[in-house]
T-cell receptor, first 112, second 115 residues
Framework: EDQVTQSPEALRLQEGESSSLNCSYT??????LFWYRQDPGKGPEFLFT???AGEEKEKERLKATLTKKESFLHITAPKPEDSATYLC?????????????FGEGTQLTVNP | KAGVTQTPRYLIKTRGQQVTLSCSPI?????VSWYQQTPGQGLQFLFE???????NKGNFPGRFSGRQFSNSRSEMNVSTLELGDSALYLC??????????????FGEGSRLTVL
């Protein structure tokens, strides 16, 4: 069974204090890894897709990287508006069809 | 263009009742997926519909069912509600089958409370 584990569960940063969120996965037939952002009371919002080890994607203060066993979401000089829960998901190919499996997320708080 | 619309946004039911939730995908999107989100379990996949056909189903009991109409709108139904069904139910749409891409567009969800 596919497993996606995110750490830490919660992270508090000061504005401007860079850090990284981790997503480790155990999956057979990986087709892609995805990062989403979820604000309170809202549905998740798509951020990035990574397909192969070594791939990197950037968007504003966020950069996502992928290895064979884990992905990192690096946040550079975060601002309070970056506060949200960040979700990682893996898409895998099974005999019963493809399946998207989410981690439980990292709740990020950025204090001014 | 308008996003994914879910109704109702909030509802309260009692054990044993049933509930129907509705989802209107982004115009032109033919795939609709449903997820249950709870604090302890995260997002759990319920099922996916594409062009009115169920393509995939998660590990939920038969009390959870869904369907998709010809205009791509989807409904999910939960019968004989249990306390553990209290959750945020999220609908997501995509132009193609969601199992071909993990890039989903989510609605804001329907928060169900079972008393």
């Amino acid at each position: 069974e596919d497993q996606v584990t995110q750490s830490p569960e919660a992270l508090r940063l000061q504005e401007g204090e860079s850090s990284s969120l981790n997503c480790s996965y155990t999956v057979s037939g990986l087709r892609g890894l995805f990062w989403y952002r979820q604000d309170p009371g809202k549905g998740p919002e798509f951020l990035f897709t990574l397909y192969s080890a070594g791939e990197e994607k950037e968007k504003e203060r966020l950069k996502a990287t992928l290895t064979k066993k884990e992905s990192f979401l690096h946040i550079t000089a975060p601002k309070p508006e970056d506060s949200a829960t960040y979700l990682c998901a893996v898409l895998s190919l099974k005999t019963s069809g493809s399946r998207l499996t989410f981690g439980e997320g990292t709740q990020l708080t950025v204090n001014p | 263009k308008a996003g994914v619309t879910q109704t109702p946004r909030y509802l309260i039911k009692t054990r044993g009742q049933q509930v129907t939730l509705s989802c209107s995908p982004i115009s032109g999107h033919r795939s609709v997926s449903w997820y249950q989100q709870t604090p302890g379990q995260g997002l759990q996949f319920l099922f996916e519909y594409f062009s009115e056909t169920q393509r995939n189903k998660g590990n939920f009991p038969g009390r959870f069912s869904g369907r998709q109409f010809s205009n791509s709108r989807s409904e999910m139904n939960v019968s004989t509600l249990e306390l553990g069904d209290s959750a945020l139910y999220l609908c997501a749409s995509n132009s193609g089958p969601s199992t071909d891409t993990g890039e989903l567009f989510f609605g804001e969800g329907s928060r169900l409370t079972v008393l």
